[in-house]
């Protein structure tokens, strides 16, 4: 029943993606930074500004990175209460499987929260010019190599700051005892 939830909310929702730190950052983060520059009241958007938005984040798959918050927030509360009471973990599968899946619907304030951000920083035309790229040849392609991209990209950073860190403490090392410090 696990992966059955998994896959009806990845796959149903599948029709937007960022980052799981929303969750981290909670409601007060996300309202600050969508709440309208005039002292915190609320932006409205024209239907075409945000429809000009969802054209370009689904053109570069920007929505898909989001998919995942709604099951790890079920496999996070479904771990605390197996914690609690073990003799108790199909009721708690079920449980909270039933209600993973009446959250699901409101997937849509995620998406409009989203719109918005991108709709705040940039205008109808800049949003339909980013659309317009992603309906490209090397625009569909940099989009479905984005995910990749970027986890080679960390990787590389990775890589090079564990070499970068390595020969720092060696020269730093090696200097402090020409001093007569020794490390």
């Known amino acids: 029943m696990t992966r059955s939830i998994y896959s009806c909310l990845t796959g149903g929702l599948a029709v937007v993606t960022l980052a799981t730190g929303l969750t981290l950052a909670g409601p007060a983060m ?21 429809a000009a938005a969802r054209a370009a984040i689904e053109g570069g798959n920007a929505f898909r990175s989001f998919d995942d918050i709604l099951p790890v ?77 970027t986890a080679l990209s960390i990787g590389a950073a990775k890589q090079w700051g564990d070499i970068i860190s390595t020969e720092m403490v060696t020269r730093v090392r090696e200097e402090l005892n020409k001093r007569g410090y020794q490390f």
């Open 30 to 50: 996300v309202q600050a930074q969508t709440a309208g520059q005039n002292g915190g009241s609320e932006e409205t958007f024209s239907k075409e500004h945000l």
């Open 73 to 149: 927030i079920a496999d996070k509360t479904r771990t605390l209460f197996i914690r609690t009471n073990p003799s108790a973990t199909a009721v708690i599968d079920e449980v909270t499987n039933e209600v993973a899946l009446q959250l699901a619907n409101r997937r849509p304030e995620l998406d409009k929260t989203i719109m918005e951000v991108w709709a705040r920083r940039f205008t109808t035309e800049e949003l339909n010019e980013i659309a317009e790229f992603y309906r490209s040849p090397v625009g569909s392609k940099f989009a479905k190599l984005g995910p990749e991209l």
